[in-house]
């Protein structure tokens, strides 16, 4: 019976793009949530699951903007050097 197996990588790429939105869509739900808050006509519960949403999106958020400065540092200091400009005269 080798036709009775195919749904399960469905629900497992689901919920990997659950688990870890790109920045731009972890920062665009953020700012949702935020909202939502901030208008205040959320019920007690759904309030605190937003704001539960909220700090696991912030965490993410945090997280890749850490990556992505360590990814910068190791540039800097493997190939890139500092660049200076010329004739620039507002660094006297």
């Known amino acids: ?4 197996s195919p749904k399960p990588p469905a629900k497992s790429s689901q919920a990997k793009s659950q688990k870890s939105p790109s920045f731009e869509a972890a920062l665009a739900e953020l700012e949702q949530v935020v909202a939502d808050m901030e208008a205040g006509q959320l019920p007690l519960e759904d309030a605190l699951t937003a704001y539960k949403r909220g700090a696991e999106l912030l965490q993410q958020c945090r997280t890749r903007l850490e990556d992505a400065q360590q990814q910068v ?20």
């Open 1 to 4: 019976m080798p036709g009775n």
């Open 73 to 92: 540092r190791v540039l800097e200091e493997g190939t890139l050097k500092t660049f200076q400009v010329t004739g620039d005269a507002s660094q006297s």
